[in-house]
């Protein structure tokens, strides 16, 4: 399962695109762990690419306007 589904179904939403519409214009959007073996949620900033996960203890967070290339 992709990271961004998988933070779709972990904030409620029944599809990515319905996630993705949803924060467009937020100011704190849903954000995952990318590392392989984590799915680590968050609330960040839009534009977030390597946030902190506190599960890794590493800077691997991205928010979901970032891992759909939108931002």
């Known amino acids: 399962m992709s990271k ?3 933070l779709a179904e972990s904030e409620g939403y029944e599809s990515v695109e319905e996630m993705l519409e949803a924060s467009t214009w937020d100011s704190v959007v ?5 590392n392989k073996d984590c799915n680590a ?5 839009p534009d977030c690419d390597r ?3 506190d599960e890794c203890k590493t800077n691997s ?3 979901c306007l ?4 939108i931002i």
């Open 4 to 6: 961004l589904k998988t």
């Open 30 to 34: 849903p954000a995952i762990c990318t």
């Open 41 to 45: 949620t968050y609330s960040y900033e």
């Open 51 to 53: 946030g902190w996960c």
């Open 61 to 63: 967070v991205k928010s």
């Open 66 to 69: 970032v891992l759909a290339g």
